[in-house]
């Protein structure tokens, strides 16, 4: 996907929340194939209860495309 300098994106995998039993890792991959953000677990945003979904908020320092991996664990 393509973002712009300054823009924020929210990127969440809602796996257990329709009761599947994926076990994801987020990670987010600038143009230059660097991670920027990585999510094992996180607090679901509507309930408050930590879930093993990933969850993760970036503001993008430069604008280009990026990439999100998402990988199931076992």
Do not use: C, K, W
């Not at 995998?13 to 076990?23: K, N, P, R």
């Not at 890792?25 to 930590?50: E, P």
Request: net charge negative; glycine share 6%.
């Amino acid at each position: 996907f393509t973002a712009t300098a300054g823009q924020t994106f929210a990127i969440d995998v809602d796996a257990a929340e329709f009761q599947s039993s994926l076990d994801a890792v987020l990670t987010l991959i600038d143009f230059n194939g660097n991670t920027l953000a990585t999510s094992d677990n996180a607090l679901d945003r509507d309930s408050g209860v930590d879930s093993v979904d990933p969850y993760v908020t970036h503001t993008f320092a430069f604008a280009g495309t990026y990439r999100v991996r998402i990988a199931g664990m076992r």
